[in-house]
């Protein structure tokens, strides 16, 4: 090996020890050929138990069929996001996010490297909402206000024509038991509109239960949903599922695009004869709850790229309202702009009165990716940046400069960048709801890339 090599590889290995994911390479026959010490904390295993042995060896509870980095090794193809669950050397259940790439040199596959993230502690924490969830089901003795679900129709604030009569609409869905199917882009008040149809409905002192299907890997949301018995995996105890602890309520399943076919399929089936049988069960409990869905983007479209299940949406499509972005109810604009101001008035002791006339025009010109959470993002950043009773272009975000010829003083060219970047991580974290994986995706750039700048720019995700 030359001296220039080995320093390469000294490097690579300093690089790669230095990085907080855990990170595990092999070569084409299978044996470990790198393992840092974060994969070895996550797997609950000593490096020399790994290093340097065959996969297989030093995780026995793994096949050629369940290990990701032995299937890619086998199709040289990459595996993006996958759930593994395991038993180590040890017999603890491991439970790990992992996303697999093939390694190539000059056109040959030499092996695979797997980046991991545990998730054993999410299980944890998700297993400790079950347990609040039902622990705070069986406090109900009658009906109250907090039965998770905040707000009415009386609470959507809208001028628009269009948004009017979609409420009216929701208003008649409240007084079915059908499925429901909401879709809109990100901000549009997705979920404001299932809760008044909750709390419209028969079901109004019910629990309502929210999901995003999206925070979480399959596995986890497998067995949140529908539940556990004890021993279906080491450390499993009898849980009830949200299905379960949602009887006589709502389950809001928001981003079900995000949810795996294989998990539609078993949704689907509670849909249709309303049984539910926990992970590792044989029996079945029957649930009266009523399923609404939410998707932030258009059902043929999830239906295209296979993100969806055809019967899952015939199933759901019932009832399905899609509610129209800030761009299409212009004349909400300035309605909803009031709204914020006189909420965070209260919020910051202020007592701005309005938006000046140019304000008002870069608002109704500017195109509103992030629709009403942008807005009232917006809004939050120009109350606590302004000196005076109403709000001017001089508050207003670099991102509206050249909307309606407003154009604020030229900065640096380094200082713009700055700002412009600064300004895009926000809007693409408003837009997915501060899910930095979602707005890595729109933004084009690895998470771990956004991650960073998240922590230079000391940008707070909210």
Same mark, same amino acid.
């Given at each position: 090996?030359?001296?220039?090599?080995?320093?390469?590889?000294?490097?690579?290995?300093?690089?790669?020890?230095?990085?907080?994911?855990?990170?595990?390479?092999?070569?084409?026959?299978?044996?470990?050929?790198?393992?840092?010490?974060?994969?070895?904390?996550?797997?609950?295993?000593?490096?020399?138990?790994?290093?340097?042995?065959?996969?297989?060896?030093?995780?026995?509870?793994?096949?050629?069929?369940?290990?990701?980095?032995? !299937?890619?090794?086998?199709?040289?193809?990459?595996?993006?996001?996958?759930?593994?669950?395991?038993?180590?050397?040890?017999?603890?259940?491991?439970?790990?996010?992992?996303?697999?790439?093939?390694?190539?040199?000059?056109?040959?596959?030499?092996?695979?490297?797997?980046?991991?993230?545990?998730?054993?502690?999410?299980?944890?924490?998700?297993?400790?909402?079950?347990?609040?969830?039902?622990?705070?089901? !069986?406090?109900?003795?009658?009906?109250?206000?907090?039965?998770?679900?905040?707000?009415?129709?009386?609470?959507?604030?809208?001028?628009?024509?269009?948004?009017?009569?979609?409420?009216?609409?929701?208003?008649?869905?409240?007084?079915?038991?059908?499925?429901?199917?909401?879709?809109?882009?990100?901000?549009?008040?997705?979920?404001?509109?299932?809760?008044?149809?909750?709390?419209?409905?028969?079901?109004?002192?019910?629990?309502?239960?929210?999901?995003?299907?999206?925070?979480?890997?399959?596995?986890?949301?497998?067995?949140?949903?529908?539940?556990?018995?004890?021993?279906?995996?080491?450390?499993?105890?009898?849980?009830?599922?949200?299905?379960?602890?949602?009887?006589?309520?709502?389950?809001?399943?928001?981003?079900?695009?995000?949810?795996?076919?294989?998990?539609?399929?078993?949704?689907?089936?509670?849909?249709?004869?309303?049984?539910?049988?926990?992970?590792?069960?044989? !029996?079945?409990?029957?649930?009266?709850?009523?399923?609404?869905?939410?998707?932030?983007?258009?059902?043929?479209?999830?239906?295209?790229?296979?993100?969806?299940?055809?019967?899952?949406?015939?199933?759901?499509?019932?009832?399905?309202?899609?509610?129209?972005?800030?761009?299409?109810?212009?004349?909400?604009?300035?309605?909803?702009?009031?709204?914020?101001?006189?909420?965070?008035?209260?919020?910051?002791?202020?007592?701005?009165?309005?938006?000046?006339?140019?304000?008002?025009?870069?608002?109704?010109?500017?195109?509103?990716?992030?629709?009403?959470?942008?807005?009232?993002?917006?809004?939050?950043? @120009? @109350?606590?940046?302004?000196?005076?009773?109403?709000?001017?272009?001089?508050?207003?975000?670099?991102?509206?400069?050249?909307?309606?010829?407003?154009?604020?003083?030229?900065?640096?060219?380094?200082?713009?960048?700055? !700002?412009?970047?600064?300004?895009?991580?926000?809007?693409?974290?408003?837009?997915?709801?501060?899910?930095?994986?979602?707005?890595?995706?729109?933004?084009?750039?690895?998470?771990?890339?956004?991650?960073?700048?998240?922590?230079?720019?000391?940008?707070?995700?909210?």
């Amino acid at each position: 090996m030359s001296a220039e090599l080995y320093n390469t590889r000294e490097l690579l290995e300093a690089i790669l020890t230095s990085i907080d994911e855990g990170i595990h390479v092999i070569d084409t026959k299978g044996i470990t050929i790198f393992y840092n010490a974060v994969a070895a904390v996550h797997d609950g295993l000593e490096i020399t138990e790994v290093l340097g042995r065959p996969l297989l060896e030093a995780f026995p509870s793994l096949t050629r069929h369940s290990s990701t980095l032995l !299937k890619v090794i086998e199709t040289g193809k990459p595996i993006t996001y996958k759930g593994q669950s395991y038993v180590n050397l040890h017999g603890k259940m491991i439970e790990t996010m992992n996303t697999t790439l093939p390694i190539f040199v000059e056109g040959s596959l030499i092996g695979a490297v797997e980046i991991a993230k545990d998730v054993s502690r999410l299980r944890v924490l998700s297993e400790r909402l079950l347990d609040l969830e039902s622990t705070i089901t !069986k406090q109900k003795k009658k009906p109250t206000n907090h039965n998770g679900a905040k707000y009415s129709f009386s609470d959507i604030l809208t001028d628009s024509p269009l948004f009017r009569q979609i409420i009216e609409q929701g208003k008649k869905a409240a007084y079915s038991s059908s499925s429901v199917l909401v879709y809109g882009e990100s901000g549009v008040g997705k979920e404001l509109f299932v809760q008044s149809i909750h709390n419209a409905s028969k079901r109004w002192n019910g629990p309502f239960i929210a999901q995003n299907c999206a925070a979480l890997p399959d596995t986890l949301l497998e067995s949140l949903l529908f539940g556990t018995t004890k021993g279906s995996y080491t450390g499993a105890m009898d849980r009830q599922g949200l299905f379960e602890l949602a009887h006589e309520g709502t389950l809001f399943l928001d981003e079900l695009q995000s949810m795996p076919i294989e998990l539609q399929a078993k949704l689907l089936r509670v849909l249709e004869d309303g049984l539910v049988r926990r992970i590792g069960g044989t !029996k079945s409990t029957s649930v009266d709850v009523r399923v609404i869905a939410a998707m932030n983007i258009h059902p043929e479209e999830a239906l295209k790229i296979n993100n969806l299940r055809a019967d899952l949406f015939y199933r759901l499509n019932v009832m399905s309202y899609r509610l129209p972005p800030l761009v299409e109810r212009k004349e909400d604009i300035v309605l909803l702009s009031n709204h914020f101001m006189s909420l965070f008035n209260q919020n910051l002791g202020k007592t701005v009165k309005g938006l000046n006339q140019k304000v008002k025009s870069a608002f109704l010109h500017y195109h509103w990716p992030g629709n009403v959470r942008e807005l009232k993002h917006t809004i939050e950043y @120009m @109350m606590n940046v302004t000196e005076e009773d109403v709000l001017t272009e001089n508050e207003l975000p670099i991102l509206f400069n050249g909307f309606s010829g407003i154009n604020t003083h030229l900065l640096p060219l380094r200082e713009a960048i700055k !700002k412009t970047e600064e300004e895009l991580i926000r809007m693409a974290l408003v837009q997915t709801n501060g899910n930095v994986y979602q707005a890595s995706k729109i933004l084009e750039v690895p998470r771990q890339t956004l991650q960073y700048k998240i922590k230079k720019h000391e940008i707070l995700n909210e």
